[in-house]
């Protein structure tokens, strides 16, 4: 159950500016380095040319991303089990630690220990988008989700300018800038995760309830469930043809494992002790997945956008420092830094305004479909932007900064439609380890992309072959995966390609029956809970 009513009166803003807030942070540590990393790398002393950067900057960006990979769901369990506030506050405080440090890496070796740390103890995405749902309702869920995309993709915008504009100022020989020339981007970004853990320890306000302790017992009081006649009648009188084919599976699932339930007398145990319902809480999650095998495709989708556009950005951040003569445009790290500025804009304008109004009248799933083949078209373009290089700097630099924004806004409403398909592919309270699968599969599609993005593109320069196995071909690959995307979503049950909000009487018909399958479930429990009691007593 949402906490806040979806009454604009009462909704929590400055909640949902908070979670908003720690997601931007997340998204400036991952991003400050793409500008420079190129230019970091490209100081070690055992490279020799420039096509060698490629290959080393994408295994620096992958240890970020395999740190991720181990750490996503431990943080997603962890957060169902002591609450969402404490992982987003550890998350806050060692993520800008460990970027500080990374400010202070000189050589390949500290560049991936750092680099992995930030992975690693940063925290996980996935607890505030499980946050941020359990904030809202269907009625403003476009719009929350809305947030936590435009406050990623801010924060993957802001950084990728602090890294251009503010990486290797002109300093006094000697200062501490001129001798870690990489430490003022990464010293901002350490500033503003600061400034988030502050805010969210005095601010921000717990929304998991019924939180337990890690270790120990604690006795927790039940709530009585209950399930009025009006709300069995409703059950009764509606039409199978209103109710989707799994949601009736799962009502007829739930009854036949009561039944069973109530068959089985208890041993003589009368209590049980936490880690035993830690255990079958764990085995429920695991088993609805089973029972639900979609959740696994809707993750997927999630997990594509990670390779994709991490593998277009290291391309992209490496081509364009190139000479034209190897299919780049000679730009250096402040270009990059424009590219994100022009983006910057355009993208939080039509992200905060746009996107609401679109999933109010296309459904999600239709518009990751529309942006995913878009993003193709863009892949196999950008390219050919080098062919316009003897034209004139107006020119090209202008088809630079608009496929920069383009790209944020196809990129963006591709992850916000992910993030309302992942929220909506469990019940509540399996929500923040849905999330944290979703995580661990991001992660390591994301790990993948920078290292076989850099790699293909370093083999495709300096083999120096013509048209598609040139400088393009790694673009021409990369367009494919989108297509793929796409495909996986026919996988996906259509009842998932509706429009959530108040006004879609499917989803009010397909809330209320949820509901009223818990009340029943909860029940249900109760009573099983109580003649096993009685069992055990009479055993005794």
Request: include cysteine; aromatic fraction near 14%.
């Amino acid at each position: 159950m949402p906490l806040f009513k979806s009454k604009e009166s009462k909704y929590m803003w400055k909640q949902s500016f908070l979670v908003m807030f720690s997601i931007f942070i997340d998204g400036i540590s991952g991003s400050q380095m793409t500008p420079y990393l190129p230019f970091l790398v490209g100081s070690f002393s055992f490279i020799k040319t420039k096509d060698q950067i490629g290959y080393y900057a994408g295994w620096i960006l992958s240890a970020y991303f395999f740190a991720k990979m181990f750490s996503a769901y431990i943080y997603a369990d962890l957060s169902d089990r002591i609450g969402r506030k404490p992982i987003i506050v550890f998350g806050n405080f060692f993520r800008g630690v460990t970027t500080l440090l990374f400010g202070f890496a000189l050589n390949y070796t500290w560049s991936i220990v750092w680099m992995g740390l930030i992975g690693l103890l940063g925290g996980s995405i996935g607890v505030p988008k499980a946050m941020m749902s359990e904030i809202c309702d269907d009625d403003n869920l476009s719009r929350c989700m809305s947030f936590i995309g435009a406050g990623w993709h801010s924060g993957a915008i802001f950084g990728a300018m602090i890294g251009g504009y503010t990486s290797e100022p002109n300093v006094k020989k000697g200062s501490l800038f001129d001798k870690y020339p990489y430490l003022l981007p990464n010293l901002i970004a350490f500033v503003t995760s600061f400034i988030g853990f502050i805010l969210v320890v005095t601010k921000l306000n717990e929304t998991l309830e019924n939180r337990k302790p890690i270790c120990g017992k604690k006795k927790k009081k039940e709530k009585k469930a209950t399930s009025s006649d009006s709300d069995e009648k409703e059950l009764i009188n509606i039409d199978n043809t209103d109710i989707d084919n799994g949601l009736s599976e799962q009502f007829e699932d739930s009854n036949n494992e009561n039944k069973e339930k109530q068959n089985i007398t208890t041993k003589t145990t009368m209590q049980k002790s936490e880690p035993e319902i830690n255990k079958k809480k764990d085995s429920s999650f695991f088993k609805h997945l089973k029972e639900h095998k979609y959740i696994f495709s809707i993750v997927l989708l999630y997990g594509f956008l990670g390779i994709i556009y991490k593998w277009y950005d290291m391309i992209v951040s490496i081509s364009v420092i190139l000479e034209p003569s190897q299919g780049g445009l000679n730009f250096v790290a402040k270009d990059i830094g424009n590219g994100n500025l022009s983006s910057s804009i355009s993208f939080l304008v039509v992200q905060i305004l746009l996107y609401p109004y679109l999933a109010q009248r296309i459904t999600p799933m239709n518009i990751y479909r529309i942006c995913s083949a878009l993003s193709s078209i863009l892949f196999i373009l950008f390219p050919f932007i080098n062919l316009t290089y003897n034209v004139g700097k107006g020119l090209y630099y202008t088809l630079f900064l608009l496929s920069f924004s383009v790209r944020s806004i196809l990129c963006s409403f591709c992850l916000t439609s992910t993030f309302i398909l992942v929220n909506k592919a469990g019940p509540t309270e399996m929500n923040s380890r849905i999330n944290g699968l979703a995580q661990v599969t991001v992660a390591i599609l994301r790990a993948l992309g920078p290292s076989i993005g850099g790699s293909l593109f370093s083999w495709s320069v300096t083999t120096k072959r013509k048209f598609p196995f040139g400088h393009h071909f790694s673009y021409l690959i990369l367009s494919l995966l989108p297509l793929c995307a796409i495909l996986i979503t026919y996988t996906i049950p259509k009842r998932f390609n509706i429009i959530w909000g108040k006004n879609n009487s499917k989803v009010k018909k397909l809330n209320k029956i949820t509901e009223i399958i818990n009340d029943s479930k909860n029940m249900n429990t109760k009573n099983n809970t109580e003649s096993d009691n009685q069992n055990s007593k009479k055993n005794l």
